[in-house]
């Protein structure tokens, strides 16, 4: 498939949602244009990913070292993949949860950042990662205010004021890398031109760690990580999607791709803000998964675990070994799928019990079972419990912090052992309330009837479910995947 | 005999059985006669595996160097077969006990999963496949300790399912530190670390070892992490706690036993600190938990701490890296495992029957229940170490083994085999005295205190089972000491 075909791809969501706000079609209607959009969408992206002749696909240029480029590495083609295999049942998702509101104009954004999604993964420099990742602030922006009160308002200012603050040192960074680098685009190893780099190495490695800061706003590391628990009070379908998948890994992707594919591992390695790094990870994994334990709202808490994981992310990154890197990806993709789950569950508390709190959790267990039953499996995966993809992931990354050899290594380790049994503590308690402890409050409905009886939610959870267990059966086949496409050797 | 696929099927039968009752919710006849019998034929289908030469089958990779597969050999098959024999008793025994209880479909789902986790716990081949399946059991036995769902036993319940995973986690770590040494992680005898590289890495090894065995030692309720063992007990219905502490707790010694002796090897281990350290852990608990165990005057909760002692006597055994000393743990597996079911389903009969909990309540109860009473006492004479029972067995083996270890110092030698003496004292104090005050209560006893309450042969017969046993092996003790032996003559 001609490596053009990237452009229809990634404006194909965003001008079906945007069309389907424009053409009156019937509610109904509507709904099955857009699930049909974002169908097409991913398998026009899986043919990309698995026809694609890898060149370029120039958008149009800003000036003459300024180009909007696609172009469909290994890397991307990780996160693109990810993408195209969580949005249409993510869809499906949305519409179970959403019944019964007016909530067209959220299905059209929705649809809509799915497309400046994949353009971060298509992004073939860091001028068009950067660009689209300004518009995924934007587009997602009326998802997180939907529910139009007070809170939701406030969480939108919130999650514009960081993102702002966030793309502005990014901006900083892509600027002085702009002036050092080679205009080749992303390529593994970095671009940075070292006869003009000479003598600015210091300064250009400080710049570094900026940007880190920035990228990482979307990724959620300290100090930059408040914005991710704040918008928790948006829609289950948004903080499923977006905030345990698309947005915040595209943060991730975007640290990785500036560290690994613009400075270079190799040029970072062993200095000062390297370690400040790896520091600021550890911290946030640790800090997070504190903050987790302490909530008593069951989507802050989780919120509060993505921050933690994500930060295991980066830290796979800034260890800036090939092994890092690879562990980074599969934790990437590992923890959205099993976060993506965890939300949907509390999603349905949500709708379907009205419980939000994790002590109105009690009792559950009987009255929806599938959705406790699916809640407890993705926590113990999230807890790192084998034969499960959370086991893989963490596996993983654990070997490169031990290969990475200095102290930095060792105290990555640390933070991810010590973590893990926080994350035991905060993602398993709620599951332990569900089963062991008596309903709460009247309900009036008589004993033993179910919440859960709907056969799309089964499913959905069931296809969830599957995905987590075959990615960790699948461990060394996904390894070898992955080494492949990161050309880890 | 079989081919080795045949092994997933004693895994996945009772996991099969335990969901049709979780997703079925069968009537409790129809349940009773489902437990039953997917129990009791769990154990046939074990026998050809057991008699089977080593089987070997691989089911998938976790990561590049992970493989996850079973493998049958004589260690394995020995705690297999003792651990669903047992499994399959107490099951037998928790339907009179349970009759009142509420959630039992939970209960039971529980229970039949739990036994094929079990089963492909001890015939794992790797560690990390030992490692998956602890997990898969601690997750699994959390309902069985919260069952009755109570304020204490949900705290209980907690504090468990926080120990094991500290334990696990801990136990995982030293399987990363081991990472780089090793040639495989399956289970050989002798051990697999690489020579090429264990001799410069000798200290991480070292590490890596103790954080295993304190790691596993926690479900063996080995000081420091045993707390969870006497909290969890007292709440857990009586037939759980049965389990918990006769099986459950030996998953731990097995990882233990894997680890020293077929991991790391005991030579690598032979007169380091990490043996200095496991000794003196064991020895400390051994007689910590009985000096605690008479102090406790709750009578479940007594049984709990004379199995942190207990346990440790097998751990001890381990520690000694002795062939005797490995002959006398793996009895004592056996020994414990009968005789601590056989209290604890006797306490539970006793609270089953007369609500009685505590230990100074008991006078009298010989003449309420003597049949139970008779059991309690007889292994409970086993326990201490009296002949002809099995437990003097196991203790001979275990004393002997300490005498004969090597690289330790002279004085620890001797100290192993003192405290087995006086905790074996202690052990007399505490089990000997609720028998003595229940078959010769004061003369000034109300007439309703006399009168008999025996329990029906559901209960019963399961504890005469356990205790004729535990007396049999222990005057024909020949074969198992032949199969420990050759056992310990390929380890060590």
Request: charged residues 10%.
């Amino acid at each position: 498939m001609p490596s053009w075909w990237m452009i229809p791809t990634v404006f194909l969501p965003i001008a079906g949602g945007m069309g389907a706000r424009l053409i009156p079609f019937s509610r109904r209607l509507k709904q099955i244009f857009l699930l049909a959009v974002i169908t097409a969408t991913s398998v026009l992206t899986a043919l990309q990913i698995f026809r694609g002749d890898g060149n370029s696909a120039v958008l149009f240029s800003v000036m003459d070292d300024l180009t909007l480029v696609f172009r469909l590495d290994g890397a991307g083609k990780i996160f693109a993949g990810l993408l195209a295999l969580l949005w249409p049942p993510a869809m499906l998702y949305t519409y179970l949860y959403m019944q019964g509101r007016n909530a067209e104009g959220f299905f059209c954004f929705y649809t809509m950042s799915y497309g400046v999604a994949l353009a971060i993964a298509f992004a073939g420099n860091l001028f068009t990662l950067y660009a689209f990742y300004e518009c995924l602030t934007m587009v997602t922006l009326p998802l997180v205010a939907f529910n139009k009160d007070r809170a939701a308002r406030k969480a939108g200012q919130t999650y514009v004021n960081f993102s702002i603050t966030g793309a502005a040192m990014a901006f900083v960074g892509m600027l002085f890398l702009s002036h050092y680098d080679t205009p080749a685009g992303f390529s593994p190893g970095g671009v940075l031109d070292m006869a003009r780099v000479a003598g600015h190495e210091e300064m250009l490695r400080w710049v570094f760690l900026l940007a880190f800061i920035g990228f990482g706003t979307k990724a959620a590391v300290f100090p930059m990580y408040a914005w991710l628990p704040a918008v928790s009070v948006a829609p289950t379908p948004v903080t499923a999607l977006l905030h345990a998948v698309a947005v915040v890994n595209a943060g991730t992707f975007a640290v990785i791709r500036m560290t690994h594919y613009s400075f270079g591992a190799a040029f970072l390695a062993g200095s000062v803000p390297q370690a400040i790094a790896v520091c600021l990870s550890c911290f946030t994994i640790l800090f997070a998964a504190v903050m987790a334990i302490r909530q008593g709202n069951l989507k802050k808490r989780l919120a509060f675990s993505t921050v933690s994981n994500l930060s295991y992310m980066l830290l796979g990154a800034v260890l800036m070994t090939p092994y890092g890197l690879e562990g980074s990806f599969l934790h990437l993709v590992c923890h959205s799928l099993m976060k993506i789950l965890l939300f949907w569950c509390a999603g349905l508390f949500l709708i379907r019990a009205k419980r939000s709190e994790i002590q109105e959790l009690r009792g559950l267990g009987r009255r929806m079972p599938a959705v406790c039953a699916a809640y407890t499996f993705a926590a113990a995966a999230l807890t790192g419990v084998p034969p499960m993809c959370g086991f893989l992931s963490k596996w993983n990354l654990m070997m490169a912090a031990d290969q990475e050899g200095s102290w930095l290594g060792i105290l990555g380790m640390a933070a991810l052992i010590i973590a893990a049994v926080l994350t035991a503590a905060y993602v398993l308690f709620p599951a332990f309330l569900m089963y062991f402890r008596p309903l709460e409050g009247k309900t009036g409905d008589p004993e033993g009837k179910r919440w859960d009886r709907s056969p799309g939610i089964v499913a959905l959870l069931v296809f969830s479910a599957v995905l987590i267990l075959a990615a960790g059966l699948a461990g060394p086949r996904l390894e070898q995947v992955f080494q492949t496409a990161l050309g880890v050797r | 005999m079989v081919s080795s696929w045949y092994m997933l099927i004693p895994v996945l039968f009772p996991a099969a059985a335990g969901i049709a009752v979780a997703a079925g919710r069968p009537s409790s006849a129809v349940r009773k006669m489902l437990v039953s019998c997917s129990l009791g034929i769990n154990c046939l289908l074990l026998i050809p595996v057991l008699l089977s030469g080593e089987l070997e089958f691989r089911l998938f990779s976790l990561s590049r160097d992970l493989p996850v597969f079973l493998k049958a050999d004589d260690t394995g098959k020995f705690f297999a077969a003792l651990m669903s024999f047992v499994w399959f008793v107490v099951g037998i025994y928790s339907f009179e006990y349970m009759a009142h209880e509420r959630h039992l479909d939970r209960y039971y789902a529980c229970y039949l999963m739990t036994s094929g986790v079990l089963t492909a716990l001890c015939l794992s081949g790797s560690i990390i496949t030992f490692y998956m399946f602890y997990e898969m059991m601690a997750l699994l036995t959390v309902p069985l300790v919260v069952h009755t769902m109570e304020k204490d036993a949900v705290a209980a319940g907690i504090k468990y399912l926080i120990y094991s995973i500290l334990g696990a986690s801990l136990a995982l770590l030293g399987i990363f530190l081991l990472s780089g040494y090793v040639t495989s992680f399956s289970f050989t005898p002798k051990g697999v670390l690489n020579p090429e590289t264990a001799g410069e890495g000798r200290n991480t090894v070292l590490i890596a070892a103790m954080m295993l065995i304190v790691g596993f030692g926690t479900k063996a309720g080995m000081f420091p992490l045993h707390g969870w063992l006497p909290t969890a007990h007292p709440v857990a219905p009586a037939p759980a706690s049965a389990v918990l502490s006769g099986i459950i707790t030996k998953t731990g010694v097995l990882g233990v036993f894997r680890v020293v002796y077929e991991l790391i090897g005991a030579e690598t281990l032979r007169g380091t600190w990490v043996q200095m350290a496991f000794l003196g852990l064991t020895i400390f608990t051994v007689f910590s938990g009985s000096l605690l165990a008479y102090r406790e005057k709750l009578l479940k909760k007594r049984l709990a701490y004379s199995s942190v002692s207990q346990v440790s006597y097998v751990l001890f055994g381990l520690a000694t890296l002795t062939p005797l000393g490995v002959v006398g743990a793996l009895l004592h597996v056996c020994a414990h495992s009968l005789i601590k079911d056989t209290l604890f389903m006797s306490a539970g009969a006793i609270i089953h029957q007369t609500g009685k909990t505590r230990v100074e309540e008991l006078n009298g109860i010989g003449k309420q229940m003597p049949k139970v009473m008779i059991c309690f006492t007889v292994v409970s004479l086993g326990l201490v170490g009296i002949p002809p029972c099995l437990g003097f067995v196991s203790k001979w083996y275990l004393a002997q083994g300490s005498l004969a270890a090597a690289g330790v110092p002279q004085w620890l030698t001797w100290l192993g085999p003192a405290v087995l003496l006086i905790s074996a004292l202690l052990t007399a104090g505490y089990l000997l005295s609720p028998a003595i005050h229940g078959f010769f209560p004061p003369k000034d006893l109300p007439a309703e205190d006399l009168t008999r309450r025996e329990p029906g042969a559901v209960m019963l017969v399961p504890m005469a089972c356990f205790m004729l046993l535990s007396v049999l092996l222990g005057i024909f003790p020949g074969g198992l000491i032949r199969l420990f032996s050759n056992i310990a003559a390929a380890i060590l």
